[in-house]
């Protein structure tokens, strides 16, 4: 296969100043040729995920965007001065962003020769890019017939899907109660539990996301804006007896009141008074930030056998091993184009991603929707 004839490429890139000024902007940048055990991939689908946010927008204030004039393609933002401390670490850097993708094999290093022209999935920083040096553990070849939209999201939502349901098997859960739950990971994680036989309890947030989930075959749906939440949730978890929640969202009153549901179905099920509540341990993972605002918790109504922790993928299967991690990768595989299939709503280029009102449309983090970036168009 032909090497690039520029031996360069775009780029997007994120950056924050001292002084407050954030930019988002397209960069060219020199492709390295790859090492013994390293690819070059002709990036061709990336997606849009709420972890690349951080990034693409973080503290910026929106009000405050404006397009780049001159030669540059981006956006300028103000960050406010209160949320500056927070950020000290990646003031004055030009990051890359994107952080999963996938596309075709343009250039291959000695030990990897024969996968060039094939197709792979990669995880890792910079896959809004138009070419992307990578290697190691970082890339999965896609089966035969999968095009690149195929394996773009093959890494972040369904390892998390498998790693939630991994969690709640080794530490011993019969249910799992799981928040935001029409999202992407959600519905990767109800097919998973009808397929596996784990009880699952979905919390969505409006009658749309209901229908979203039966569809799917899920049994327990439960509208979080229903004036009966709170005793349907307790009853649901009576009957399936969950006792691990998983929650994306992190911030208001939703999690406590699980923690709550959770310790009045143990309650009713004591055969005498304790004043320290039910024996029986409850879990809250927070494995998200949709919520921005104090996670809130009733600790009269909780007991004392409970707890709050946050959940990362990484260090999960960090934690896991090798060994584990392999075997959950080798199911995304094998599901790709089933549990795992991801549907996107709208596909932009790389130039389109830097467009104000797309910005503000793929920002909005809007359930149902999701945006993919083609480097190749334009």
């Known amino acids: 296969m032909e090497w690039i004839m520029s031996n360069t490429g775009r780029e997007l890139r994120s950056r924050i100043d001292a002084d407050g000024a954030m930019t988002l902007s397209l960069e060219q940048v020199a492709i390295a040729e790859p090492g013994d055990d390293e690819l070059v991939v002709r990036v061709e689908a990336a997606p849009i995920n709420p972890t690349d946010l951080g990034l693409l927008t973080g503290p910026a204030d929106l009000t405050t965007m404006e397009v780049l004039q001159g030669e540059r393609t981006g956006i300028a933002f ?23 993708g996938a596309g075709t094999v343009v250039r291959a290093g000695r030990n990897l020769a024969g996968l060039e022209g094939r197709r792979v999935g990669m ?41 939630l349901m991994e969690t709640a ?10 928040t935001a739950a029409a999202s992407n990971v959600g519905q990767m994680l109800q097919k998973i539990c009808l397929a596996d036989g784990m009880p699952l309890i979905n919390i969505v947030r409006s009658q749309e996301q ?9 049994v327990h749906v439960l509208n979080s804006k229903n004036e ?36 009045r179905a143990a309650v009713a099920k004591m055969p005498s008074y ?25 600790r009269a109504a909780l ?6 922790s946050g959940w990362l993928l990484w260090p999960f299967l960090h934690s896991v091993g090798p060994e584990v991690e392999d075997r959950l990768r080798q199911r995304v595989i094998e599901e790709l184009t089933t549990t795992f ?38």
Request: proline share 4%; glycine share 14%.
């Open 303 to 308: 007991g004392f056998r409970w707890s709050v």
């Open 274 to 298: 304790d004043r320290y509540g039910s024996s029986v341990f409850k879990q809250l993972y927070i494995y998200g930030a949709l919520d921005l605002s104090p996670t809130i918790l009733n």
């Open 169 to 178: 098997g080794r530490e011993g859960h019969k249910a799992i109660v799981h």
């Open 78 to 100: 103000t960050v406010p001065q209160e949320r500056l401390p927070a950020f000290r670490g990646r003031l004055g850097q030009s990051l890359r962003v994107g952080s999963e």
């Open 228 to 263: 009966a939440f709170s005793t349907q949730l307790a009853e649901v978890i009576a009957q399936t007896g969950a006792t691990i929640a998983f929650d994306p969202i992190g911030g208001g009153k939703l999690g406590g009141k699980i923690l709550q549901a959770m310790e």
């Open 123 to 163: 995880i890792g920083d910079g896959m809004y890019a138009d070419y992307r040096l990578i290697g190691g553990r970082n890339f999965m070849l896609l089966p035969d017939g999968a095009n690149a939209s195929d394996g773009a999201s093959m890494f972040i939502n369904p390892l998390t899907a498998l790693g």
């Open 210 to 218: 209901v229908d979203i989930l039966r569809g799917l075959g899920a």
């Open 341 to 378: 299939a991801t549907h996107y709503t709208r596909t932009i280029s790389l130039a389109e991603a830097l467009e104000p009102e797309v910005l503000l449309a793929y920002k909005r983090l809007a359930t149902g929707e999701k945006y993919l970036i083609d480097p190749t168009r334009g």
